[in-house]
Nanobody, 109 residues
Framework: QRHLVESGGGLVQPGGSLTLSCAVS??????VHWFRQTPGNQRELVAD???????NYESSAKGRFTLSRDDAKNTVYLQMNNLKPEDTAVYYC?????WGQGTQVTVSH
């Protein structure tokens, strides 16, 4: 059974950086998506990386977030720089309809 595990969240000050990891239990052939969700709101797409390595960033992430993938570790990373308070959310990764448990990112003084 496929499973995903996110890690790397935490508390960071505005302007700081975090790198989130999404470890997949199998070789990644397809697209891995990163979403985020705040209380009372729907999950919103942040960025995704296809099986061929094509990267897509939503406007909120462009210029600040960077995707990468380590095929040897079946892991996708989301490096987040210049974090803002509005980036505070639970971040989830998704692969072929399977979701991880999420990791909390809090941007605050």
């Amino acid at each position: 059974q496929r499973h995903l595990v996110e890690s790397g969240g935490g508390l960071v000050q505005p302007g700081g950086s975090l790198t989130l990891s999404c470890a997949v239990s199998e070789h990644i052939f397809g697209t891995v998506h990163w979403f985020r969700q705040t209380p009372g709101n729907q999950r919103e797409l942040v960025a995704d990386i296809s099986g061929l390595g094509t990267k897509n960033y939503e406007s909120s992430a462009k210029g600040r977030f960077t995707l990468s993938r380590d095929d040897a570790k079946n892991t996708v990373y989301l490096q987040m720089n210049n974090l803002k308070p509005e980036d505070t959310a639970v971040y989830y990764c998704s692969y072929l309809g399977t979701w991880g448990q999420g990791t909390q990112v809090t941007v605050s003084h």
